[in-house]
């Protein structure tokens, strides 16, 4: 099982919709949550971290359910310029040293 | 403006040609990490330096090398690359070892000929 999974899309959403994505994770122990986005062909950028409370930037909505082991985004009125892929991200429980594992991604493509 | 630089952005190599990929931080931050990415796949951790100290990943191969001469820069050598090496190299830097944010450079798109 991977430690982080997403399901990779696309998701095709026409510009003012709302999407959601979710993102498992098998390590209970886990600690810090993020969402990374990356447009094609580029780096990855940090969109916002994940708190048990949940937490809101403008139109991105990030929710935790430790029971579960889940992380969501939601995307409100959605514009072009959310087309990118959106990586979920979870940092390792090691002693010492917490590597970010990040998902392989779901793509989300917003249309006209 | 402070940023993470990696140069090239497009290097290609022959099989078995040794190829360094290089990387340069203005932030002044401690960590420096190597990632590799093939497409549509997760960005997987080489090896970081946090500081001089350099830490590889269990899984990293014998091929894949790095050098971090002073805090600015951080070298990315592939003794022999295979064709199964071309990727996306991305840099990145993060100002403390358990520093939430990383910060990543543009990458590097590796093509193995």
């Known amino acids: 099982r991977k430690e982080v999974e997403q399901d990779p899309g696309p998701f095709n959403v026409p510009e003012g919709a709302t999407v959601a994505f979710n993102c498992t994770y098998s390590?209970?122990?886990?600690?810090?949550f993020f969402w990374y986005r990356q447009d094609c062909r580029k780096e990855p950028k940090l969109l916002m971290s994940v708190y048990s409370s949940g937490n809101e930037d403008g139109r991105f909505t990030a929710q935790l359910n430790r029971a579960s082991q889940y992380i969501s985004l939601l995307i409100r009125d959605s514009k072009l310029s959310d087309s990118a892929t959106y990586l979920c991200v979870v940092k390792g429980v090691n002693t010492g040293f917490q590597k970010l594992v990040f998902g392989t991604g779901t793509r989300l493509l917003v249309s006209p | 403006d402070a940023m993470v630089i990696q140069n090239p952005r497009y290097q290609v190599t022959q099989f078995g040609k040794p190829v360094t990929l290089s990387c340069s931080q203005t932030?002044?931050?401690?960590?420096m990490y190597w990632y590799q990415q093939k497409s549509s796949q997760a960005p997987k951790l080489l090896f970081h330096?946090?500081?001089?100290?350099?830490?590889n990943e269990a899984d990293t191969p014998d091929n894949f090398q790095s050098r971090r001469p002073n805090t600015s820069f951080c070298f990315l050598d592939i003794r022999s690359p295979g064709l199964g090496d071309a990727a996306m190299y991305l840099c990145?830097?993060?100002?403390?070892?358990?520093?939430?944010?990383?910060?990543f450079g543009p990458g590097t798109r590796l093509t193995v000929l």
């Open positions: 390590n209970s122990a886990s600690q810090s």
């Open positions: 990145a830097t993060s100002r403390d070892r358990n520093y939430n944010e990383q910060f």
């Open positions: 330096y946090y500081d001089k100290d350099f830490n």
């Open positions: 932030l002044n931050h401690n960590v």
